[in-house]
């Protein structure tokens, strides 16, 4: 009976231990087979997706992530253009009043004409002119007077010509290049909401600078945005001829020298607008008597500027005025 049990016993040692012996090659087999999918993943750069890919009813996959793009290293503030002085933006705008008020005494008449002010107000409103200080009717009525008429020109030459080469206004008649003029008349307005306007001046302000940039053939130089000679003669073309469907009621003498040298001041304003799209500043013109609001019987014979954003696209609590407008008591 003795002998018996120590069999047993035997016999119960001898197949813990095999047993032992399998668990620990199983084991060892498992963090082998581990270890070696680890090395693969990070050699080949593979992930392990979870094989279910049916969603349950209901369940909405969370959004994916956009990704962080690694810093590059580069400063576009090195490449985009160093604002201009402000003293020097202001001559060029006294320059230009100058060569407008010069381009009214020198081609338009002050003859008594018979035309129904109606008609002149509604091509003004097709020019969109904007009711400030004067309304259409009113400028209409100036204009008819010999007394005022080249007072009444030049604010209409002054809005229609700054207007369109202004990010802000989105003149149909626009002298900016073709694709930004494109892209603002797209644009969708801002939403109510004083955070949504505020968001969309800082991405278009934003969108400004770097459309210019990048349409810039030569970016390394770090100058404004050159004019194209052949679209800004078409453009300006075709400026003049909406313009004189109002101002062709005064011309003077020969009409087509008229048309010429328009379409030169047009040019001109031109080539300011492209400095100002140029510049990491936002800036706009201003044709009312005054930055804050306008003054009844006043015309202005040449538009303001103010500066509206500082150079990194922040916007100021009111405009800072950099050249007043030009203004004629009427």
């Not at 409103?125 to 200080?133: A, K, N």
């Not at 080249?150 to 206004?169: K, M, N, P, T, W």
Request: proline residues 6%; hydrophobic residues 45%; contains cysteine.
């Amino acid at each position: 009976m003795q002998i018996v049990k120590k069999e047993t016993n035997a016999g119960l040692v001898a197949g813990v231990a095999v047993g032992c012996l399998l668990a620990g090659a199983l084991i060892g087999f498992v963090v082998a087979l581990f270890l070696y999918r680890r090395r693969q993943q990070k050699q080949h750069g593979t992930y392990i997706v979870s094989s279910s890919t049916v969603e349950p009813k209901g369940h909405h996959a969370p959004p994916a992530q956009v990704p962080v793009p690694k810093d590059s290293g580069i400063n576009l503030d090195k490449f985009i253009l160093d604002a201009a002085p402000d003293q020097e933006i202001a001559g060029e705008l006294h320059s230009l009043g100058s060569l407008i008020q010069q381009h009214v005494e020198n081609n338009y008449h002050l003859y008594p004409i018979n035309v129904d002010p109606r008609e002149l107000a509604v091509a003004l409103s097709q020019l969109g002119v904007v009711e400030g200080s004067l309304s259409a009717e009113a400028l209409a009525t100036l204009a008819l007077e010999p007394q005022t008429r080249h007072v009444a020109l030049q604010h209409v030459i002054s809005q229609v010509l700054f207007s369109s080469v202004d990010v802000g206004s989105r003149s149909r008649l626009s002298m900016l290049p073709a694709p930004v003029a494109a892209f603002l008349q797209s644009v969708a307005p801002a939403e109510p909401g004083r955070s949504n306007e505020e968001a969309s001046s800082l991405a278009l302000n934003q969108w400004r600078v770097l459309s210019t940039f990048l349409l810039h053939p030569s970016r390394s130089q770090r100058t404004s945005l050159p004019l194209s000679d052949g679209a800004v003669a078409s453009q300006a073309a075709g400026l003049a001829s909406a313009l004189d469907t109002f101002l062709g009621y005064f011309v003077s003498g020969d009409s087509g020298q008229q048309k010429a040298h328009l379409q030169a001041v047009i040019a001109e304003i031109a080539k300011l607008g492209y400095v100002l799209l140029s510049q990491p500043s936002e800036w706009r013109f201003v044709h009312d008597a005054g930055v804050g609001g306008g003054r009844n019987g006043v015309a202005v014979v040449c538009a303001g500027l103010v500066k509206v954003t500082s150079r990194d696209g922040t916007r100021y609590p009111t405009p800072q005025q950099v050249v007043a407008p030009v203004i004629v008591q009427v």
